[in-house]
């Protein structure tokens, strides 16, 4: 039984975590997702944009503001923590001679907040300030890998995603290759965001888990098994001199 229930309220927080989890919503969305006539989702969109939790672009659908972004960033900002990885990426780069991209967990997205591009003709741009789902991505699965299991069952609930994003079945694919990707400490994406791109993934992680998350991106023509030792130990090293940077 609920005490002191106000549905407003919980309609607005409800709206708060949908568009966290989400790139961008709609107003029909919102009011499917939320049970409410669309004057009321708009309604709630427009009280949120004017606070600054959401913004609305050209295509009429709202994104994260920078209020809310402010609430669902890590422990510490992200310029902040960009500005302190960025030794340690630079390195990264010099070492696999790749582009090397900095990201942070957004609900179920994951914000490309740095990126250090490689020196080589052919190479993969800087995916700064992008998004992309977590699940897709090396850097995604190698920070969902390394959550408590009580929080990936809240963003990837067993039953599937209600906005239709991954069935049941889909999640239980997720939940077996995070499985592996635990096991082994890394994540590795062939194509799966974008095609001719792979990626390899690890977590950066502190005491109190994982906080963000490193990847080498390199064109698929140029990918195979035999790099991965290397850039794993590159990886895992430049991450333990970002969580030693984050120490006061």
């Known amino acids: 039984?609920?005490?002191?229930?106000?549905?407003?309220?919980?309609?607005?927080l409800r709206l708060l975590m949908l568009i966290a989890a989400k790139a961008r919503v709609g107003v029909s969305e919102?009011?499917?997702?939320?049970?409410?006539?669309?004057?009321?989702?708009?309604?709630?969109?427009?009280?949120?944009?004017?606070?600054?939790?959401?913004?609305?672009g050209n295509?009429?659908?709202?994104?994260?503001?920078?209020?809310?972004?402010?609430?669902?960033s890590s422990r510490m900002s992200r310029t902040s923590l960009a500005d302190l990885a960025a030794p340690a990426l630079t390195t990264l780069r010099d070492v696999t001679e790749e582009t090397c991209h900095l990201m942070v967990l957004v609900g179920r997205q994951m914000r490309f907040i740095a990126s250090v591009e490689s020196f080589q003709s052919l190479r993969i741009g800087s995916r700064t300030g992008a998004m992309l789902p977590a699940h897709r991505t090396s850097?995604?699965?190698?920070?969902?890998?390394?959550?408590?299991?009580?929080?990936?069952?809240?963003?990837?609930?067993?039953?599937?995603?209600?906005?239709?994003?991954?069935?049941?079945?889909?999640v239980a694919t997720l939940r077996r290759e995070l499985a592996r990707v635990r096991k082994l400490g890394y994540a590795v994406n062939n194509g799966q965001t974008e095609r001719g791109?792979?990626?390899?993934?690890?977590?950066?992680?502190?005491?109190?888990?994982?906080?963000?998350?490193?990847?080498?991106?390199?064109?698929?023509?140029?990918?195979?098994?035999?790099?991965?030792?290397g850039f794993v130990a590159a990886m895992n090293g430049a991450a333990a001199e970002i969580t030693a940077a984050l120490r006061p």
């Open 1 to 12: 039984m609920r005490t002191n229930y106000l549905e407003s309220v919980d309609n607005s």
């Open 139 to 170: 850097g995604g699965k190698s920070i969902l890998a390394a959550l408590p299991e009580q929080t990936l069952d809240r963003l990837y609930p067993l039953t599937g995603i209600p906005d239709g994003e991954l069935t049941a079945a889909a």
């Open 30 to 56: 919102v009011a499917a997702e939320l049970g409410v006539a669309p004057s009321t989702a708009y309604r709630l969109l427009s009280t949120l944009r004017y606070r600054g939790f959401v913004v609305q």
């Open 197 to 229: 791109v792979a990626a390899v993934g690890v977590a950066v992680c502190d005491g109190d888990g994982p906080i963000a998350a490193l990847s080498v991106s390199l064109p698929t023509a140029r990918y195979h098994a035999e790099l991965l030792p």
């Open 59 to 72: 295509d009429r659908t709202y994104r994260a503001g920078p209020a809310l972004e402010e609430m669902v």
